[in-house]
Every structure is written in structure tokens, then in C-alpha cells.
């Protein structure tokens, strides 16, 4: 590849940082000997990239927001006004409940991409790795895959692919609840297209295959694949392009490679 690629371990993506070599940089050890997760101001200081997600972290997230609401209604039709409650105490006890509901799903969505990478790198094959492998064996059968990948871009930016070709296909996984009977084409949308657009650009490929592979949470050996159009990559690498560069002049940081 063109640009730095190193393989990392399964590690939270809490900090969101690289290292101009591709190493993840998610935590530091802080003055005080604890570990904690990396900031803005250490980034600066120690001259690291913004994560593919933390750029893609500044763009308004509808179906989110949308989940997040539904999450909240959820909670009011789950939970009872207690007696002696006040309004903002029940209203306070519904924001902490549906949160807690939202922290649950993503530490479904890791633990399912730990199983998922387990599978590509160790003999322990889970439900999604094998669903996931079936699809790709039918479709993809004379690939080798490569899982959980970091690299750093010339354009000041780094990521963690989820699985790799070297003939340039590119995968991203994605956890989600009730697929059964879902129309791949109706979960995704440009973020999806423009976080693999990323990773095909900051790994030096110019025409690349992109798939977002959707797996149940619930019932994981449930997925939903989609393959990108390629007449959409060129549109996403601008796009992505666009919010990089705005965030880097919101953050006063410039993390362009030069030399």
C-alpha cells in the first residue's frame, strides 16, 4: 500500500487518534500515571491524526437521532411515573434509562466485531464471522482477507479497517437491530459510503470494491450485505474530503502529511 499500514489488536476506539505511522493512539498515560483517553490538546502535542470517525463524528446523524428518540418514547412507555416523582425526576429517569439502552448497543456492536475479527485472525469462528464468510466465499471466492488493519493518510487522517483485500475490496461492519426482510439499499447511507470512500483513499488505491455488511444484533448470524456503486466513490472521497478539511479549521489543526 502507499500509505503506512500496521495491524493493531482489538482495541476500543474511545480515542480516535493515529500515530503518523498508523499506530492507534486511543489512550495515554496522563501526569497523573492513569491511563485516560486522548485529547484534542494531546494530539496537538504529540503530532497525531484524527480518526476516519471522529471526521465523520461533525456531520448531523438523522436515523441516529431518529433511534435515539425512539429509544427515549421506548422508555416512557416502559417506566411508570413513581408516587411522590416529580415531572423532572421521571424525565430525568427516562434520559438515564434510554442512555443506558444506547451504551448497551454499542457494547453489542464490539463484542459482535470481536467475534467477527476473532474469526479471521484465530480459529474461533462465531455465528456472524461464519454468515459473514458464507457471503463472501459465494461472491468473493478467490480473496484473502485481511481483518483490523490501521493505517494513516497523506491528507492528515487515520482509521482501523474492519476487512481488507489487497485486490482492493474494502468491508465495514455494522451492527443493527431487526434485519429480517430489510432492504440492504435502505440501511445505508453517504456516512457509510464516505467512512469506506476513507479508507480506499488513505490507503492509495484509486478504484476500489466498498461493502457495508449489516449484521443483527440480536440473531447474529443475520446479515444484510450492500456493494456500492463505484460511480458513488468519487463523490464520497470529495465529501469526506470537505468535512476534513472543515474540521480541521475548526480545530485549528492541520494534519496534512507534507514531504
Known amino acids: 500500500m502507499e500509505n503506512q499500514v500496521k495491524e493493531s489488536q482489538h482495541l476500543s476506539e474511545s480515542g480516535h487518534w493515529y500515530t503518523k505511522t498508523g499506530e492507534p493512539m486511543y489512550t495515554i498515560v496522563g501526569a497523573n500515571g492513569k491511563e485516560r483517553n486522548t485529547t484534542l490538546a494531546d494530539a496537538k502535542k504529540l503530532d497525531l491524526v484524527p480518526s476516519v ?48 439502552v444506547g451504551i448497551q448497543a454499542s457494547e453489542r ?8 475479527e476473532q474469526g479471521f485472525v484465530s480459529d474461533k469462528k462465531s455465528e456472524p464471522y461464519k454468515a459473514i464468510q458464507d457471503w463472501l466465499d459465494l461472491h468473493y471466492p478467490f480473496e484473502e482477507w485481511i481483518a483490523e488493519d490501521s493505517f494513516c493518510a497523506k491528507q492528515g487522517y487515520g482509521g482501523k479497517i474492519d476487512l481488507y483485500s489487497k485486490s482492493g475490496i474494502f468491508v465495514d461492519f455494522k451492527t443493527k437491530d431487526d434485519l429480517e426482510g430489510k432492504d440492504p439499499k435502505r440501511l445505508v447511507y453517504d456516512e457509510h459510503g464516505m ?37 458513488s466513490h468519487p463523490k464520497h472521497t470529495k465529501m469526506f474530503n470537505s468535512l476534513l478539511n472543515y474540521w480541521q479549521l475548526v480545530k485549528n489543526y492541520d494534519t496534512q502529511i507534507r514531504g
Open 53 to 100: 470517525t471522529t471526521i465523520l463524528g461533525i456531520v448531523a446523524k438523522p436515523a441516529l437521532e431518529n433511534w435515539k428518540i425512539s429509544q427515549a418514547i421506548n422508555s416512557c412507555m416502559t417506566l411508570d411515573i413513581e408516587e411522590k416523582e416529580s415531572h423532572d425526576d421521571y424525565v430525568n429517569r427516562i434520559k438515564r434509562h434510554s442512555k443506558e
Open 109 to 116: 456492536g464490539t463484542e459482535i466485531h470481536a467475534l467477527i
Open 195 to 231: 467512512q469506506l470512500s476513507a479508507y480506499v483513499q488513505g490507503c492509495g488505491y484509486e478504484d476500489a470494491e466498498r461493502i457495508s455488511i449489516f449484521v443483527d444484533r440480536n440473531d447474529t448470524g443475520l446479515i444484510a450485505c450492500h456493494v456500492w456503486d463505484k460511480e
